[in-house]
């Protein structure tokens, strides 16, 4: 038995924690009235494997691999090794100028893993950035310059997809379609063009997931055919719009979207931020339809979700449409930490455990697991929909168990399945009324259990009153 007087000591460390948490911290994606009230903070003192623990030593499964970016566990020693060992040695210099081995050795492991499509000149180049919205700023930035150093000044348009995302910042908002995210931003936005999503829960009655990507398809023809000669590129999140639900579509729509992209002379840059690195299956969702994108960005889980790192992979023939006398030619776009050190051996870490460990057959063992306890939910009076791509779950919930009655968004059902879940020990973050399973690579079978457990609980008290 424990000692009582250590467990209240433990217990008023972390309320002191919450105490000085909100008297200095903003939190991030939050109205920060709900804390501590109806959306009480949870301070983390450790991570261990799958699972994180509080400074009041509860334990919760980190059910959304913390944002999405951690593959191999917390506190993954080799990855903790590889940082301590480069930061005895070198921990950032200018990369302006100069260069370093962890850098360098990333970029050529990570050329090599690329996807590659037969006939197509493969990707050759890497440029880094410190987090996901860099990186796509970088890749939008990259292809409009492109066409301004060919002379084409007209092409100054994106298309995006209805639903995705992309980041936060100026750039990355701009072509971005979750109101929640973009409205009140509206204004300092440049115009992109949005072409119908893909997503296979807009199937109408009796279409299968490719006739609704290739219905979708035929939406981006025509924007691209309306505004021929003003696209610079089409920007997509390839099998799963994540932040918007984790609405999944058919590989089908990427090969057309390709197609559709060569015959206009378009760049397609595949955001595989959240669903690169293993999580769809495959090491990057774009192989699956055998696509290889003329930019690829890639972060979160390139580090093993250790430390902000991203990088844009592209080809030579961009790279080559940069090189000039003139620097207003050059691409100036730059950040302090560009090629981190810390952060490129912590990648460098990540991948070596990608090709020591079997991980994506591991993940593909996973995902059946994972299939076999999401499928009883499809009963459930109040799931309209059980998805996967990959080691990726998601349960729609309606009012009626159907697609045409959404709860009232007033009845919070997605915060209160999120305060059910903390309360059973499981970490979930519902996107609005959606739950989804993104847990880390190294997540067993009894975890899994426990995670269906909690979260049947968790709709069950959510819904019963909404």
Not at 1 to 29: E, G, N, Y
Not at 64 to 80: K, V, Y
Not at 357 to 379: H, Y
């Amino acid at each position: 038995m424990q000692d009582k007087t250590h467990d209240a000591m433990i217990i008023t460390d972390a309320d002191a924690w919450r105490s000085r948490d909100l008297a200095v911290l903003w939190h991030p994606c939050t109205q920060m009235r709900e804390h501590p009230d109806t959306l009480p903070l949870l301070p983390i003192e450790r991570g261990e494997g799958a699972w994180l623990v509080g400074y009041d030593g509860r334990r919760y499964l980190d059910a959304i691999s913390s944002w999405w970016t951690n593959l191999f566990g917390h506190a993954e020693p080799r990855i903790a090794a590889a940082i301590a060992r480069q930061a005895s040695t070198l921990e950032h210099v200018i990369l302006a100028g100069c260069s370093h081995a962890p850098a360098v050795e990333l970029a050529e492991r990570l050329l090599a893993i690329a996807p590659r499509e037969a006939g197509r000149e493969p990707l050759a180049k890497v440029f880094y950035a410190d987090n996901g919205s860099a990186g796509v700023e970088v890749a939008l930035k990259m292809a409009f310059h492109w066409f301004r150093n060919r002379g084409e000044m007209q092409r100054t348009k994106f298309i995006a997809l209805e639903n995705g995302y992309h980041g936060e910042t100026i750039g990355a908002l701009a072509v971005g379609d979750i109101p929640l995210y973009r409205r009140v931003y509206a204004p300092l936005l440049a115009e992109a063009l949005f072409a119908p999503s893909p997503d296979s829960y807009l199937c109408e009655p009796g279409e299968s997931p490719a006739q609704r990507a290739s219905r979708a398809a035929a939406g981006l023809r025509e924007l691209l055919e309306r505004h021929a000669g003003e696209i610079c590129a089409l920007i997509l999140e390839p099998l799963v719009q994540c932040a918007g639900g984790m609405r999944m579509h058919d590989p089908s729509y990427l090969r057309l979207a390709r197609e559709l992209c060569d015959a206009h002379g378009v760049f397609l840059i595949a955001d595989e931020i959240a669903v690169g690195f293993g999580r769809t299956g495959t090491l990057f969702a774009s192989e699956q339809a055998g696509v290889q994108p003329d930019l690829l960005c890639l972060s979160k889980g390139l580090t093993g979700g250790s430390l902000p790192l991203a990088a844009v992979l592209t080809t030579q023939r961009i790279y080559d449409g940069f090189l000039d006398d003139s620097r207003d030619r050059a691409f100036l776009h730059s950040h302090s930490y560009t090629g981190n050190p810390l952060a490129c051996a912590a990648a460098l870490a990540a991948q070596g455990i990608f090709e020591s460990d079997g991980v994506i057959e591991r993940n593909r063992n996973t995902a059946a697991v994972m299939r076999e306890l999401a499928q009883p939910f499809a009963e459930h009076a109040h799931v309209a929909d059980v998805r996967q791509t990959g080691m990726i779950v998601a349960f729609e919930l309606t009012k009626n168990g159907d697609k045409r009655t959404p709860f009232d968004p007033a009845a919070r059902v997605g915060l209160h399945a999120y305060r059910s879940a903390v309360a059973n020990g499981v970490l979930l973050r519902p996107l609005g009324d959606i739950l989804y399973w993104m847990p880390p690579y190294c997540v067993d079978h009894a975890a899994l259990r426990q995670l269906a457990q909690v979260t049947r609980i968790a709709i069950d008290e959510a819904t019963a009153c909404a």
